[in-house]
């Protein structure tokens, strides 16, 4: 079953950046110009998840992984 994935990913309570990181690890992470957030912006966000639509059964099976981020994932591979 084919499902389209959210253009922002939503994380929980218990995996907030701000419980994870502090000092300069934060900083470098909320960074609009580091290469991960420009990566996510320029890359990410931009892989049209509709054409691998065909792939997927409409009525049977569980919802698919978000392809644009398996998708960046291998680009980040290849590269």
Known sequence: ???KSSGSS???IFTSPKTLFSGNSLKMYEDAHAWHN???KQVTM???ENIFR???CEDNGTPN??????????ILKEA
Do not use: W
């Not at 992984?65 to 291998?74: F, G, I, N, T």
């Open 46 to 48: 931009r892989i049209d």
């Open 10 to 12: 939503q994380l929980n």
């Open 38 to 40: 420009q990566f996510r």
């Open 1 to 3: 079953m084919f499902k």
């Open 54 to 56: 065909p792939l997927y």
């Open 65 to 74: 992984a978000p392809v644009r981020v398996l998708v960046a994932m291998m």
